[in-house]
């Protein structure tokens, strides 16, 4: 399976649940690819959101199961090492 197939597969998926999702939420995980890391203050630029309600949403995907904390990384703009997140992508198994 190609990459962009495996893409577009896991965002068809993450796109069947919408209707279970706030806006908000679907913002963020539209604007992450799979298998890519990023952090609070990316998905802040990512999606032109403030820092409280992506913090918000991002918990709630967290813990929804949408996005995963995989462990850190080092954020562009501090320096310091933050939590990375990730899409939890079901599908990336079939590969």
Do not use: W
């Amino acid at each position: 399976m190609t990459r962009d197939t495996a893409d577009s597969s896991v965002r068809a998926f993450y796109e069947q649940h919408a209707g279970e999702m706030q806006r908000q939420e679907l913002r963020i995980l539209k604007a992450m690819a799979p298998r890519q890391l990023y952090t609070r203050r990316e998905l802040e630029q990512l999606t032109g959101m403030r820092t409280g309600p992506l913090c918000g949403r991002v918990n709630a995907l967290i813990k929804a199961g949408y996005l995963e904390v995989p462990g850190n990384k080092v954020c562009t703009e501090s320096g310091r090492l933050v939590e990375a997140l990730r899409l939890v992508a079901q599908q990336l198994e079939l590969i």
